[in-house]
């Protein structure tokens, strides 16, 4: 199985940045995910890392380090439709996604 | 546009009652998943489906069963409902080279 792990909560300011760290055991590799939820909605996706580095897409970037076991999302230029659960996902090794048990971001104005 | 879709939206059930959580794809993805969502404990996988007539155990398979008849469909089945299967259940399906997943809406399932 997986361990993922990554903070409950965090709260920030509208226009500031965030970063959600995410930590990881896992029996084989095959990508980091991260996925965005509104509260009574499914889980959408925003990011994929595979190799170590930073992969950014507008506002967001997501960060991979594969021999620390460790992720982190990066939120810039906070709006408060931001306000959300931040899922962090591991593919192991036959494929299969575990999921962390979610970061609630509270963006304040 | 449709997806992803997911029947019932919301379901009050009695224990010891069977009950199946309808899903269906219009993407023509080859693997699909079924995942339940509790407070604290994030999204678990139940059973996936890698193609059509094949399935798997993910981490908390127990009083669950899934069937894949084919590409679309893949229903999942309580067989005699507990109140601990009280969850919000997902499903979602997954192709291509990143392979993300396309969740449905999501299914609310109180059991009593």
């Known amino acids: 199985g997986q361990n993922i792990d990554q903070p409950t909560e965090m709260t920030a300011t509208e226009g500031a940045i965030v970063q959600i760290n995410c930590t990881y055991q896992t029996s084989g590799f095959n990508g980091l995910f991260w996925y965005q939820q509104h509260a009574g909605e499914a889980p959408t996706f925003l990011s994929y890392n595979v190799l170590d580095g930073l992969e950014e897409k507008g506002r967001f970037s997501s960060f991979l380090s594969r021999s620390k076991g460790y992720s982190y999302l990066l939120l810039k230029e906070l709006q408060m439709k931001d306000s959300a659960s931040y899922l962090c996902a591991v593919r192991d090794g036959d494929y299969k996604l575990s999921f962390g048990a979610g970061t609630t971001v509270t963006v304040r104005a | 546009i449709a997806g992803i879709t997911q029947a019932p939206t919301s379901q009050i059930l009695a224990a010891g009652r069977r009950m199946t959580l309808r899903c269906t794809q219009d993407?023509?993805?080859?693997?699909m998943y079924w995942y339940r969502q509790d407070l604290g404990l994030g999204l678990r996988l139940i059973h996936y489906?890698?193609?059509?007539?094949?399935?798997g155990k993910g981490e908390v398979p127990d009083g669950y069963s899934v069937s894949r008849a084919n590409t679309d469909d893949f229903p999942l089945t309580l067989a005699s409902a507990v109140p601990s299967q009280t969850s919000v259940y997902f499903c979602?399906?997954?192709?291509?080279?990143?392979?993300?997943?396309?969740f449905g809406e999501g299914s609310r399932l109180t059991v009593l």
């Open positions: 979602a399906s997954s192709s291509g080279t990143v392979g993300e997943l396309f």
């Open positions: 489906s890698n193609t059509a007539g094949t399935t």
């Open positions: 993407m023509r993805h080859n693997a």
